[in-house]
């Protein structure tokens, strides 16, 4: 349940924010992650907005981290995402409320625009791997230290802060700690040299909706300038996407010939993620990755 405090404090930000004026407010649970309470917020029984709550000291600055991406993609008017209509730290809570989109059907044409609209939105590019601040990605900080070598900031920044979690709640042995340092040597023979993409960062199929007019919109963004595989294998770790998204993507920025071998390193770091927040469920999935490489 929302608290009194923060049903007054929006009702008065909507008012001034979205200069409406506000005759009722009702609140609806809602999906949205398994670390934020969620709500769907009717006012006048017709005008929509989707409201994030959470600890404002479990994941300090969550809300603000997400805001920053969310806006930084908004300004390259490549692909949409929800407008952000504010962010703010009310009594022990942190909120986010966003624009309401809508959901729509998936045609052939969404997903030929989405690979089309991904392949523009890596063609952005920095002389630096990593961004202007840390992040999240998931419920587990993300950190972004600039570095002009992918594999350094791959291994560094990427992979070992969640071995070393792993290794501190017993999910990993030293086995497995082998396995990653041998496959560390081959890296810079298996990445490809680009420049540094603009990522969304956690591009799983929850991370996207149609809306209504069939039209790609990204939310919950883990944003940084990376290697752009990081975002193509994300795609197909939970779910996938259809066919036509990676043919129009591969059309306009053509993956390199061993993608494939890109693709499954680089989902080690998601399903590390997923190790130490949900447990030994998804050690089979690194193992395998690693027997390849090893």
């Known amino acids: 349940m929302i608290p009194a405090s923060i049903q007054k404090y929006l009702n008065q930000l909507l008012q001034k924010k979205a200069v409406l004026q506000i005759s009722s407010l009702q609140f609806q649970s809602a999906g949205g992650g398994s670390i934020n309470d969620c709500y769907t917020i009717i006012a006048n029984r017709s005008k929509r907005f989707f409201l994030k709550l959470n600890s404002k000291t479990i994941y300090p600055s969550l809300f603000e ?3 920053n991406g969310l806006e930084f993609l908004a300004k390259q008017r490549v692909i949409p995402v929800p407008e952000v209509i504010f962010y703010d730290i009310v009594d022990d809570k942190q909120i986010l ?5 809508k959901a729509g059907l998936k045609t052939d044409q969404f997903w030929k625009q989405f690979g089309e609209q991904m ?3 890596h063609q952005i590019t920095e002389t630096h791997f990593g961004f202007t601040e840390d992040n999240y990605m998931e419920a587990l900080p993300q950190v972004n230290k600039q570095n002009k070598n992918w594999v350094d900031f791959f291994i560094h920044y990427r992979l070992e802060p969640q071995i070393t979690l792993a290794r501190k709640r017993h999910l990993l042995e ?4 082998s396995s990653f340092v041998n496959l560390y040597k081959q890296l810079p023979g298996i990445f490809n040299e680009e420049k540094p993409s603009l990522l969304h960062g956690d591009l799983w199929s929850g991370n996207y909706i149609c809306n209504e ?3 790609p919109v990204l939310v919950d963004p883990a944003v940084y300038f990376g290697h752009r595989s990081i975002d193509l294998a994300m795609t197909t770790l939970f779910g996938g996407y259809d066919n036509q998204f990676y043919e129009a993507y591969n059309y306009h920025f053509p993956f390199p010939g ?9 989902n080690l770091y998601p399903l590390l993620i997923h190790l130490n927040l949900f447990g030994p469920g998804y050690l ?5 990755t690693l027997q390849k490489f090893n």
């Open 97 to 101: 409320l966003l624009e309401w989109i």
């Open 65 to 67: 981290k997400e805001k």
């Open 213 to 215: 007019n069939s039209k």
């Open 258 to 266: 061993n993608y494939r071998e890109q693709w499954a390193i680089c």
């Open 284 to 288: 089979h999935q690194i193992e395998s």
């Open 119 to 121: 392949a523009a939105l």
């Open 174 to 177: 030293n086995k497995h700690i």
